[in-house]
């Protein structure tokens, strides 16, 4: 349901902004020949029927959409769908490594604080937390690769590997890595935060339920009482809220993808908005929004997966 109505979505929208091409009436197809090369202009034609009735022109994309095509760049002169997937990777690479590292460090941060954590040590790193939380991820990024990578000259500020090399040279994984080293640690800091803090508040929560209590009172080994009685029974709710945060960590991502000039879908979308380049835009919403309907989707499975093993445990 969600998914077709981001379908829907990803074919209105660059219709219905001012300006689009794809907006464009049967007697402006003149201006549109004048403002394309003559084959951009034909395989537009073809492809598109912006003359046609918006109906038509829906179910033209619908099966164009089954077919696995997309359409076509202006600005680029390439399918859509090419484009789009030789950048996706990049992103997906910065977004998922960064999910992954930050789910660690802050579901084991958050529960120290709520279990070992002295007072001073809590307001501390809570403090620290809550103030990198205010921050823009794209300032946050600023910042970084001002000092990082400008001042101190630790990291590369810009791209994804040296200009010139590809895959097959000696060292391009060393340099890959390396450039991504920033990025992925900005969006670390822009999600262990919330991340933490919210691992926090629900441990502390479950310490206090009655089962914790009357384990203590019957002696159990503390480990187990950590692992089996509170972390186990956390796990759901945090995974529950967790999908709404690593949404907005993707967005993150193109926003600082846009900072590094980091060759990823967010870059990619900068193009597309400069160019006015619609059919590419819609390609893009179309990818990012399958992606975190995945990432949604993820989180509910284990979230629900986790259910029947407390069920057995408690």
Not at 46 to 68: M, T, V
Not at 94 to 119: D, F, N, Q
Not at 198 to 205: G, P
């Amino acid at each position: 349901m969600l998914l077709s109505i981001l379908v829907i979505l990803g074919f209105l929208l660059p219709r219905l902004i001012p300006g689009s091409p794809l907006s464009f009436s049967a007697d402006q197809i003149d201006v549109l020949n004048a403002m394309l090369p003559e084959e951009t202009f034909n395989r537009f034609t073809d492809y598109y029927a912006p003359e046609q009735p918006l109906i038509k022109q829906f179910a033209g994309y619908l099966r164009h959409l089954a077919r696995g095509d997309w359409g076509y760049s202006f600005h680029y002169g390439l399918a859509v769908r090419e484009i789009v997937m030789s950048r996706v990777s990049l992103t997906l690479f910065l977004s998922l490594t960064s999910i992954v590292i930050s789910t660690l460090i802050a579901v084991s941060l958050g529960t120290y604080l709520a279990l070992k954590g002295s007072e001073y040590l809590e307001k501390g790193l809570l403090t620290l937390l809550l103030v990198l939380q205010t921050i823009p991820v794209f300032l946050l990024a600023i910042l970084c690769r001002m000092l990082f990578a400008h001042h101190l000259g630790w990291f590369p500020a810009f791209g994804a590997y040296p200009l010139g090399m590809t895959p097959a040279d000696a060292g391009f994984a060393l340099h890959f890595l390396r450039h991504a080293i920033l990025p992925i640690a900005v969006l670390i800091l822009n999600t262990v935060p919330p991340v933490a803090v919210l691992t926090r508040n629900v441990v502390q929560k479950i310490k206090r339920e009655p089962y914790v209590e009357a384990a203590y009172y019957f002696g159990i080994r503390e480990k187990i009482i950590w692992l089996y009685y509170i972390l186990l029974n956390s796990f759901p709710e945090i995974l529950g809220r967790l999908n709404i945060t690593f949404l907005y960590a993707i967005a993150g991502a193109l926003f600082v993808e846009i900072i590094f000039s980091y060759p990823g879908m967010g870059t990619l979308m900068k193009v597309a908005v400069e160019a006015r380049d619609y059919p590419l835009i819609q390609g893009i919403f179309l990818v990012t929004s399958i992606y975190s309907i995945a990432i949604n989707m993820l989180f509910e499975l284990l979230s629900i997966k986790l259910y029947p093993r407390l069920t057995k445990m408690t």
